[in-house]
Nanobody, 124 residues
Framework: QVQLVESGGGLVQAGGSLRLSCAASRRTFSNYVMGWFRQAPGKEREFVATISWNGGRTYYADSVKGRFTISRDNAKNTVYLQMNSLKPEDTAVYYC?????????????????WGQGTQVTVSS
């Protein structure tokens, strides 16, 4: 079992930046592929970014490519999402997820553990 706790959300103006963090409870954190997803009001949850166990591979949704950066620190059991040039359409609850499968993935079904989410609101 892995517990994930997100932090770093908040209210920011368009064009601003936020850094989300996700702390994992397990010492075997480095065994997991990590991902970030988001869900806006009235919309389905969507993929944002994913990173391999050692950080060597990353993959982004087209909507955030070039603006968001996912990274991880296995010594701290933490994955990050640096979000720059934020837009109002980035407003959502952001969730981190951990997958045991090993391969980076944008599919919900490939992730086994989920955090409770952190709210990001971007004002215009």
């Amino acid at each position: 079992q892995v517990q994930l706790v997100e932090s770093g959300g908040g209210l920011v103006q368009a064009g601003g930046s936020l850094r989300l963090s996700c702390a994992a409870s397990r010492r075997t954190f480095s065994n997991y592929v990590m991902g970030w997803f988001r869900q806006a009001p009235g919309k389905e949850r969507e993929f944002v970014a994913t990173i391999s166990w050692n950080g060597g591979r990353t993959y982004y949704a087209d909507s955030v490519k070039g603006r968001f950066t996912i990274s991880r620190d296995n010594a701290k059991n933490t994955v990050y999402l640096q979000m720059n040039s934020l837009k109002p359409e980035d407003t959502a609850v952001y969730y981190c997820a951990a997958g045991e499968g090993g391969a980076v993935s944008s599919r919900f079904s490939d992730y086994d553990y989920w955090g409770q989410g952190t709210q990001v609101t971007v004002s215009s």
